[in-house]
């Protein structure tokens, strides 16, 4: 493997001349991507001694597509350093993560021996029939919720729905689909993936990841409109939030929506937060707060 990556270095002198080179589709680096999994893979050798070579052939060049599709639309940041391509700020190594998107890609295709199974049990959730199994997940939802700051228990019920809601649109529209790891369709073997991008999580953290993005939105959305009907006045400061922007400043909503469950050992943290992520002045901030000192 490592003539390849000598190959590439040689060829290109940083990351970013190599991702250009990957979304041009220039032959050379798509020649010692293939060559390194054809030779080193083993979930391609696997695939070649049960399916043939054609077939394995075949899932090699979808997984060089999709690595070109996650390079064009950023989803994926390359880097060269000493004498490796390393794949965003972190490991890992671009070969093992390439070894990682080709078992995803069969694992996801008809090759896979389980792939009825998963195109049956995504029906069922389509067909609104299948949630019942995907439903001991709530709890542990519903706890990550409490300790994201939703403290309400219905309102942590109607996220969960509305989460289930928004997976279940997601899944009709075919920008995600589901499939079952490991030799068996438990829970914990579910796992969920963007079919364009081929992004994967656990069906449990996907849901998470939903849940915990709605509250932030019904979070920021309460804490500004609460923030305009109370019409609280700083001291001849303009708002600080005009409609338009209110959503782009979620620190701040935040900070709204909580200043009165704030403990007073941790309003210094919230300033902090108030004057380098939301770019405030000092005084702007301490008049928010009611700081003094």
């Known amino acids: 493997m490592s003539t390849y990556y000598t190959k590439i270095c040689e060829e290109f002198n940083s990351g970013d001349e190599l991702m250009k080179a990957i979304v041009l589709n220039k032959a050379v680096i798509y020649y010692c991507l293939a060559q390194a999994l054809v030779q080193h893979n083993e979930s391609y050798k696997a695939v070649e001694s049960d399916k043939g070579k054609n077939t394995a052939d075949h899932l090699l ?21 000493d004498g490796r391509v390393l794949v965003n700020k972190q490991t890992p190594d671009l070969f093992e993560y390439l070894s990682g998107l080709y078992s995803l890609v069969t694992d996801t295709s008809p090759v896979n021996p389980r792939y ?32 994201f700051g939703c403290k309400d228990q219905q309102d942590k019920e109607d996220i969960f729905d509305e989460s289930l809601l928004v997976f279940w649109k997601k899944l009709t529209q075919g920008e995600i689909g589901v499939y079952f790891s490991g030799n068996s369709q438990k829970l914990e ?8 991008f081929y992004q994967n999580s656990k069906l449990s953290t996907f849901l998470n990841g939903i849940s915990k993005n709605i509250f932030l939105n019904k979070t920021r959305t309460t804490g500004y409109q609460e923030f305009r009907n109370n019409n609280i006045e700083l001291q001849g400061q303009e708002d600080l939030l005009p409609a338009d922007t209110a959503t782009e400043t979620p620190a701040l909503t ?17 300033v902090s937060i108030l004057q380098y992520d939301c770019n405030l002045e000092d005084k ?10």
């Open 61 to 81: 060049a979808d997984t060089l597509t999709v690595l070109r599709r996650q390079v064009k639309y950023n989803k994926l940041e390359l880097r060269i350093q």
């Open 189 to 196: 073997n579910c796992r969920v993936y963007n079919r364009k």
């Open 254 to 270: 935040l900070f709204l929506y909580y200043r009165h469950q704030v403990e007073e050992r941790k309003l210094r943290t919230m």
């Open 284 to 293: 702007e901030v301490r008049q928010l707060t009611g700081i003094t000192n």
């Open 116 to 147: 009825q199974e998963n195109l049956e049990f995504e029906a069922r959730l389509v067909n609104g029939q299948g949630f019942r199994k995907i439903y001991p997940l709530k709890e542990s939802i519903l706890a990550a919720l409490h300790t």
